[in-house]
């Protein structure tokens, strides 16, 4: 067995997952540093239409894991209320219903009534904080499953390739230790009108970023694969992504991108369409950190 299939094979599959997200939209009020959506690097907004929501929630179907509705800031998808009807019409469970969110703004009501777990995330953001606090306070009133964080966060770069940082042995040992892989989401995106399934939802942003396709069919069952049915986007993504490379984080507020020369593309067009700070890391300067690719709470 090669090292690429060694480590594939010590991989966990999305049927083994706890969550597997949708997303619905690359909109967001925020701009974080090292966005684990890669949001600042794709060229338009989206948004997935609610027929294809349905097909989505439908394909996971006898799913046991969270369905996390997640964006992007899912809430600014125009539709939003649809989406909800839709949500409750296809996963009766109200505890698998799931909101990923920094913001939640005049949909709190809305929100109590639609999900049973959410993910929220202020990224210290002022203006958001007293109404996503309140929703945090009343989910846990009606029993809802509630990760709650108030702070900034600090996030380690995506686009530091570990393929520029390591050799290939060190790379395929590390791969396996991803973060997202090990603790994250697979996802289900919507990629030029057309339902893609991944195994990671970072290979799924890399994918959009680049206007690619490298997304599975979504059908019924996607999700039961066994771990090297997804052995194209692992071998196609993993190396190009910086996750398991662990490299120094930013603040999210500082808006700040850090990049080796695998995804120099990805870096120099968010400089140069959204004016986005940017900076190179030599290979020379490389130092793996022992921590997450995201840490909350860092106040």
């Known amino acids: 067995m090669n090292l690429a299939d060694s480590a594939?094979?010590?991989m966990r599959p999305p049927k083994n997952m706890h969550i597997i997200c949708i997303d619905v939209t690359?909109?967001?009020?925020?701009?974080?540093?090292?966005?684990?959506?890669?949001?600042?690097?794709?060229?338009?907004?989206?948004?997935?239409?609610p027929e294809n929501f349905r097909l989505a929630l439908?394909?996971?179907?006898?799913?046991?894991g969270i369905i996390a509705m997640i964006g992007g800031n899912p809430v600014m998808h125009r539709q939003f209320e649809e989406l909800c009807a839709i949500f409750e019409e296809e996963i009766p469970n109200k505890f698998q219903r799931g909101l990923w969110t920094n913001s939640i703004f005049k949909h709190t009501d809305l929100a109590l009534r639609t999900f049973g777990t959410f993910n929220l995330n202020v990224h210290g953001n002022p203006k958001s904080e007293r109404s996503m606090q309140e929703l945090a306070k009343q989910a846990v009133d009606a029993g809802a499953v509630v990760w709650n964080y108030a702070g900034h966060s600090d996030h380690a770069p995506l686009l530091t390739a570990i393929q520029d940082l390591m050799s290939e042995e060190e790379m395929w040992q590390a791969i396996p230790q991803c973060d997202i892989n090990?603790?994250?989401?697979?996802?289900?995106?919507?990629n030029q009108g057309e339902l893609r399934s991944y195994f990671c939802e970072v290979a799924a942003a890399f994918d959009l970023a680049r206007n690619q396709d490298r997304g599975h069919a979504v059908k019924p069952g996607w999700w039961k694969e066994e771990m090297q049915a997804w052995s194209d986007q692992v071998k196609h993504f993993?190396?190009?992504c910086g996750v398991a490379a662990k490299q120094t984080p930013y603040k999210d507020f500082?808006?700040?991108?850090?990049?080796?020369?695998?995804?120099?593309?990805?870096?120099?067009?968010?400089a140069k369409?959204?004016?986005r700070k940017i900076i190179y890391l030599q290979p020379e300067n490389s130092s793996m950190i022992n921590r997450r690719v995201t840490q909350y709470n860092t106040l």
């Not at 439908?58 to 046991?64: G, I, M, N």
């Not at 090990?182 to 919507?190: L, N, P, T």
Request: charged share 35%; glycine share 2%; net charge negative.
């Open 182 to 190: 090990r603790e994250w989401s697979a996802s289900i995106v919507q």
């Open 254 to 270: 500082e808006e700040t991108d850090v990049y080796t020369k695998t995804n120099r593309d990805l870096a120099e067009k968010s």
């Open 58 to 64: 439908q394909s996971l179907k006898d799913f046991h």
């Open 26 to 49: 690359n909109k967001c009020d925020l701009a974080c540093s090292n966005c684990t959506r890669l949001l600042e690097n794709q060229d338009a907004f989206w948004e997935m239409t």
């Open 238 to 240: 993993c190396p190009g």
């Open 8 to 10: 594939i094979s010590k």
């Open 273 to 275: 369409d959204k004016k």
